[in-house]
């Protein structure tokens, strides 16, 4: 079998730069949202951009930026620095855990 030909028939897997406490960083701040009520077009439209923004960020496709991630905290009612200590946290707790 030639490259080419195994390049078409395997599918390929969606590969993320992003550390896994990233991801479950993401999948909190949609949880807020979704519990705030807020559609992703109703919370994009909060912050100054549109429904595939949002999207794009909970999906991991793009990265949020500090001040983006601040301007979504104050919209959903929620301390920055509460979020992130929440995830530290977590972290602490599955690596004991781990140990």
């Known amino acids: 079998m030639n490259n080419s030909a195994k390049d078409i028939s395997t599918p390929k897997k969606r ?8 991801i479950r960083l993401l999948e909190r701040l949609r949880i807020i949202r979704e519990e705030r009520g807020l559609s992703q077009a109703e919370l994009g439209m909060l912050i100054g951009q549109d429904q595939t923004f949002i999207s794009k960020y909970e999906k991991g496709i793009r990265r949020l930026d500090i001040m983006e991630m601040l301007d979504i905290c104050q919209v959903l009612e929620i301390d920055i620095n509460d979020l992130l200590s929440e995830m530290c946290n977590r972290n602490e707790n599955s690596s004991i855990s781990n140990q």
């Not at 590969?15 to 990233?22: A, S």
Request: hydrophobic share 25%; aromatic share 24%.
């Open 15 to 22: 590969k993320t730069i992003f550390r896994k406490e990233y």
